[in-house]
């Protein structure tokens, strides 16, 4: 088993950066992918970025491309997501989740294929 919390949402204005965390417990994590997902009220959860366990590959959706960057530190645990350019269709719940353990060929963006998901945060962009 797997927990995942999330911190470093909050409020900021467009154009600003924020730095998201997410701490997984236990001596597994280094087998894990990570994801990070959001989602906002009446929309479907969706994919934002992940990376595989190995870190060799690594996932963007179009939209935030050349503005998030996804990396993890295994000795810490921890998966990061630092968020530059904010814009206010960022704002969201954000979630981070583990799954694909070991594998590499797995698609990244597909919900199915985590196991294990985080509260989420909230980020909020203001114009």
């Known amino acids: 088993q797997v927990q995942l919390v999330e911190s470093g949402g909050g409020l900021v204005q467009a154009g600003g950066s924020l730095r998201l965390s997410c701490v997984a417990s236990?001596?597994?994590?280094?087998?894990?992918?990570m994801g990070w997902f959001r989602q906002v009220p009446g929309k479907e959860r969706e994919s934002v970025v992940s990376?595989?366990?190995?870190?060799?590959?690594?996932y963007y959706v179009d939209s935030v491309k050349g503005r998030f960057t996804i990396s993890r530190d295994n000795a810490k645990n921890t998966v990061y997501l630092q968020m530059n350019l904010l814009k206010p269709e960022d704002t969201a719940v954000y979630y981070c989740?583990?799954?694909?353990?070991?594998?590499?060929?797995?698609?990244?963006?597909?919900?199915?294929?985590?196991?294990?998901w985080g509260q989420g945060t909230q980020v909020t962009v203001s114009s």
């Open positions: 989740a583990a799954g694909a353990r070991y594998l590499e060929h797995v698609d990244l963006r597909r919900q199915r294929n985590y196991d294990y």
């Open positions: 236990g001596s597994t994590f280094s087998s894990y992918a």
């Open positions: 990376i595989s366990w190995s870190g060799v590959s690594r």
